[in-house]
Nanobody, 126 residues
């Protein structure tokens, strides 16, 4: 079955950096759009970033544009989220998600992604 396993979360001071990774198994990774979402306590899960199967097209939420970078390594079945200039508002559980598609259209809605990881906690202290 499909498994997405996130890693790399932790506690960091404001202005610091973290890199999240998501290892996928049970799927043909290069046929999937991969995305990152996050959910803060008491809030709805929201889109962060996503990229096409080739990595040639990326999409970001306005709140992270210029600070976060999404990338993938199809040989390793892994997607990454490099997070720089972190702010306390970035504190959330971060989830990896997968959508079967070779389209260049990258959706931002939760319902568009069929597979989800368990999440990794990112806490940014002020």
């Amino acid at each position: 079955q499909v498994q997405l396993v996130e890693a790399g979360g932790g506690l960091v001071q404001a202005g610091g950096s973290l890199t999240l990774s998501c290892a996928a198994s049970g799927l043909t990774f290069s046929s999937f759009i991969m995305g990152w979402f996050r959910q803060a306590p008491g809030k709805e899960r929201e889109f962060v970033a996503a990229l096409t199967w080739s990595g040639g097209s990326t999409v970001y939420a306005d709140s992270v544009t210029g600070r976060f970078t999404i990338a993938r390594d199809n040989a390793r079945n892994t997607v990454y989220l490099q997070m720089d200039s972190l702010k306390p508002d970035d504190t959330s559980v971060y989830y990896c998600a997968a959508r079967f598609s070779k389209s260049t259209y990258v959706p931002k809605t939760l319902g568009a992604y069929a597979y989800w990881g368990q999440g990794t906690q990112v806490t940014v202290s002020s």
